[in-house]
């Protein structure tokens, strides 16, 4: 028996946190409480390591990956720096219930 795709159980985590993000937003918004979230796409981190090696196959894989990405590469952790800073700022306050995606424009395309 073959192994089915992760992908279903991946979009429905995805949903999820659209979804809970929206209506907590929405919930809270008249007590003060914003609720946002941070939607980064592939960063440099122990599980995604593997993808910024120089082999076959992580070349592979970024280059078709990358194709989807308008700023052309994968993520590194300093690219979270200035969302996390604003969403954790007084700059913020009057967002709520949005995803604020870090991905280089992957889903922009």
């Known amino acids: 028996m073959e192994r089915s795709s992760s992908l ?3 979009a429905g985590c995805w949903s999820a946190v659209d979804g809970i993000t929206k209506a907590l937003g929405c919930e809270l918004g008249e007590t003060g409480i914003t609720v946002n979230a941070l939607g980064p796409t592939v960063f440099r ?3 995604t390591a593997w993808m910024y090696e120089d082999t076959e196959r992580a070349r592979d894989v970024r280059k078709g990956f990358l194709a989807r990405v308008p700023k052309g ?3 590194e952790p300093s ?3 200035g969302p996390l800073l604003f969403l954790a700022s007084r ?3 009057f967002y ?3 995803i604020l995606y870090a ?3 992957y889903t922009a395309g």
Request: charged residues 30%; glycine residues 20%.
């Open 79 to 81: 690219d979270l720096a």
């Open 91 to 93: 700059a913020s306050d």
């Open 45 to 47: 981190s122990p599980l």
């Open 8 to 10: 279903p159980r991946r």
């Open 96 to 98: 709520t219930g949005h």
């Open 103 to 105: 991905d280089g424009g």
């Open 73 to 75: 590469r994968l993520g």
